[in-house]
């Protein structure tokens, strides 16, 4: 009996060993290596779920597409290590200006996607505004050398300006190609130039 406790002892600290491991394994799977924020991965686990939310809810989400400017130069001119640090200082900020319940996702490349639930087109364009002008006053220092970035940033309001996944994120993509387009280092909203 006692041979038999051990065992079962044994096999139960397996488990929660195997268990512990699992979830390290998803974690790796959803987060980005270089920034530690959610990457596309996780965003397609989670974004129909956040839209059934919202749709029960009866609330808004909003989706802020950001991308920083002019990054290929920076690379080209300082380096790809530069550029990682820059990618991180990005991130890190990101991190410290936005809520809990936001989700921040490395979109691809320098692009992050942000969502933002229970948030209108006016509260979030104020909160990408904070986000543009503190990484515009934030210098990153590299070398003895001082970075300046700025970002680009397009916002989208689901259901307001579309209903699906794919349509909102589209309409916050062509914001910040708007944003870019128009001189960059600016916030612009899905619903400024829809009619456009």
Do not use: M
Not at 95 to 118: M, S, V
């Amino acid at each position: 009996e006692a041979k038999l406790r051990n065992a079962n002892t044994q096999l139960e600290a397996q488990l929660k060993e195997i268990q512990k491991l699992q979830h390290t394994l998803h974690e790796q799977a959803v987060r980005d290596a270089l920034t530690g924020l959610h990457n596309r991965r996780y965003l397609n686990e989670t974004l129909g779920r956040e839209l059934a939310r919202a749709e029960r809810g009866g609330y808004s989400i909003c989706f802020a597409l950001i991308d920083i400017d002019r990054f290929k130069s920076i690379n080209d001119k300082y380096g790809h290590a530069t550029g990682d640090t820059v990618l991180i200082h990005l991130a890190n900020q990101l991190l410290k200006y936005t809520r809990t319940g936001d989700i921040i996702c490395r979109y691809g490349g320098e692009e992050f996607l942000i969502i933002l639930p229970n948030t209108k087109t006016e509260a979030a364009a104020q909160i990408a505004e904070r986000w543009r002008a503190t990484i515009e006053e934030s210098k990153i220092s590299e070398n003895d050398v001082e970075i300046l970035v700025t970002i680009s940033c397009g916002i989208s309001e689901f259901p307001v300006d579309a209903s699906t996944e794919a349509e909102i994120i589209e309409a916050a993509d062509k914001a910040l190609y708007a944003a870019k387009y128009n001189g960059r280092n600016q916030v612009v909203l899905w619903s400024q130039i829809k009619d456009q």
